[in-house]
């Protein structure tokens, strides 16, 4: 879903590529045995499932698997299973024949195909339909698939990384994920803790997202007050690692002059009442509460940033954000949003960033780490048109 994406990109979603490319960053005792692990199973070829909350590294531990694999010279293809619609997900996949469908034009592999030799990463695998999850079953243990709409096996070598933030075990008893092939992929299970609970980390990752961020944009951190730092260290990270590097980018764009206080930090740091990160908490209001709730938030956040950014620039700061988002010509409130589908959020998204980039799609989909095919999918799904924008 492209709601989903938005909030990831909304909270600087890079998966950390630019500074920790090859292991996950912490001194923590947790994290030091994960990278170890990691090296262990990575030379062989044995599925791993990797879990964790949003934000925490899991594809960091991914493309880690990847590099110190034997396969490191084959493809690597990642998939967001998330983010693909049920009714072409298979077509995705394992590729179709043409003719199978209306629109199959021509013959095309899918990520498995595509990914022979090497090693393909499906990210939330949790959210997979269950019809998908047979098929992908039959891999594992054959290396065998039919494309949509074919009539003959195919056989493919490929090394599987799944990543989840769903509690799997539970979605199994619920019935949401089959059973054989959750046992299937937690012969080698990496599960990454969140960051409220490696206090430790926190130090590590805040350096290194200031210092990766300062060196791509060419630019000075004047550094933080040892008051302020505990307190980042002793912060409820809700949002885990992505949550405290979006923090860091904001940090040293807001404050380039000085060294940064206790205020600072505060300011930009504020506890929402409403919101509780534990697991158990998130689930006492409706799911689709919640998710609209997280969308306005990561939106308003940005928000606030970018009024400022603007302040800051126009030497004003006596202007208190209002309750827009993104920007004065694409206005959603907290009415707006509880009162709206998820199609509909969906939907306005798409077409404010599609006339923001003057119709783009390419220029769309790499913002939102998509494909092309499934923006236009999107479009064609929402009637959208440029004319209509």
């Given at each position: 879903?492209?709601?989903?994406?938005?909030?990831?990109?909304?909270?600087n979603n890079v998966i950390f590529k630019d500074i920790m490319e090859y292991?996950?960053?912490?001194?923590?005792?947790?994290?030091?045995?994960?990278?170890?692990?990691?090296?262990?199973?990575?030379?062989?070829?044995?599925?791993?499932?990797?879990?964790?909350?949003?934000?925490?590294?899991?594809?960091?531990?991914?493309?880690?698997?990847?590099?110190?694999?034997?396969?490191?010279?084959?493809?690597?293809?990642?998939?967001?299973?998330?983010?693909?619609?049920?009714?072409?997900?298979?077509?995705?996949?394992?590729?179709?024949?043409?003719?199978?469908?209306?629109?199959?034009?021509?013959?095309?592999?899918?990520?498995?195909?595509?990914?022979?030799?090497?090693?393909?990463?499906?990210?939330?695998?949790?959210?997979?339909?269950?019809?998908?999850?047979?098929?992908?079953?039959?891999?594992?243990?054959?290396?065998?698939?039919?494309?949509?709409?074919?009539?003959?096996?195919?056989?493919?070598?490929?090394?599987?990384?799944?990543?989840?933030?769903?509690?799997?075990?539970?979605?199994?008893?619920?019935?949401?994920?089959?059973?054989?092939?959750?046992?299937?992929?937690?012969?080698?299970?990496?599960?990454?803790?969140?960051?409220?609970?490696?206090?430790?980390?926190?130090?590590?990752?805040?350096?290194?997202?200031?210092?990766?961020?300062?060196?791509?944009?060419?630019?000075?951190?004047?550094?933080?007050?040892?008051?302020?730092?505990?307190?980042?260290?002793?912060?409820?990270?809700?949002?885990?690692?992505?949550?405290?590097?979006?923090?860091?980018?904001?940090?040293?764009?807001?404050?380039?002059?000085?060294?940064?206080?206790?205020?600072?930090?505060?300011?930009?740091?504020?506890?929402?009442?409403?919101?509780?990160?534990?697991?158990?908490?998130?689930?006492?209001?409706?799911?689709?509460?919640?998710?609209?709730?997280?969308?306005?938030?990561?939106?308003?956040?940005?928000?606030?940033?970018?009024?400022?950014?603007?302040?800051?620039?126009?030497?004003?700061?006596?202007?208190?954000?209002?309750?827009?988002?993104?920007?004065?010509?694409?206005?959603?409130?907290?009415?707006?949003?509880?009162?709206?589908?998820?199609?509909?959020?969906?939907?306005?998204?798409?077409?404010?960033?599609?006339?923001?980039?003057?119709?783009?799609?390419?220029?769309?989909?790499?913002?939102?780490?998509?494909?092309?095919?499934?923006?236009?999918?999107?479009?064609?799904?929402?009637?959208?048109?440029?004319?209509?924008?």
């Amino acid at each position: 879903m492209i709601f989903f994406i938005i909030f990831n990109k909304l909270y600087n979603n890079v998966i950390f590529k630019d500074i920790m490319e090859y292991k996950l960053l912490g001194e923590s005792i947790q994290i030091k045995e994960l990278n170890e692990t990691i090296k262990q199973v990575a030379p062989t070829d044995i599925s791993v499932l990797i879990t964790g909350e949003s934000g925490t590294g899991k594809e960091v531990a991914a493309n880690a698997i990847y590099f110190y694999s034997k396969r490191n010279d084959k493809p690597y293809i990642k998939v967001n299973c998330g983010a693909i619609p049920e009714g072409i997900i298979e077509s995705e996949l394992f590729g179709h024949q043409k003719g199978a469908f209306t629109g199959a034009i021509e013959t095309r592999p899918g990520y498995f195909e595509m990914a022979d030799k090497g090693t393909i990463f499906l990210d939330e695998i949790g959210e997979m339909p269950l019809a998908t999850q047979v098929k992908i079953l039959r891999v594992l243990e054959s290396g065998e698939f039919m494309k949509v709409g074919g009539n003959k096996n195919q056989r493919v070598d490929v090394r599987v990384i799944a990543a989840t933030n769903r509690d799997l075990q539970k979605e199994v008893f619920n019935k949401n994920f089959r059973e054989d092939l959750y046992f299937r992929l937690k012969s080698i299970n990496l599960h990454i803790p969140p960051l409220r609970e490696r206090k430790s980390d926190v130090k590590a990752l805040f350096n290194s997202f200031v210092e990766g961020f300062c060196k791509k944009n060419s630019v000075k951190f004047k550094g933080i007050d040892e008051e302020a730092m505990e307190y980042v260290v002793n912060y409820d990270w809700s949002g885990n690692a992505r949550e405290l590097k979006n923090f860091c980018e904001s940090i040293i764009v807001l404050y380039p002059d000085r060294k940064l206080t206790l205020s600072d930090v505060k300011k930009h740091l504020k506890t929402d009442s409403n919101y509780n990160s534990s697991l158990p908490a998130l689930q006492m209001k409706a799911r689709e509460q919640i998710e609209k709730d997280l969308i306005l938030r990561a939106l308003f956040e940005l928000k606030s940033d970018i009024l400022e950014v603007k302040n800051v620039l126009q030497g004003s700061q006596n202007k208190e954000p209002n309750f827009k988002i993104l920007s004065d010509d694409f206005i959603l409130s907290k009415e707006d949003i509880n009162n709206m589908s998820f199609d509909e959020i969906e939907k306005e998204i798409l077409l404010y960033l599609l006339n923001n980039n003057n119709w783009d799609v390419s220029k769309v989909a790499k913002s939102l780490g998509q494909t092309p095919r499934n923006i236009y999918l999107k479009i064609k799904k929402f009637n959208l048109s440029k004319e209509a924008g």
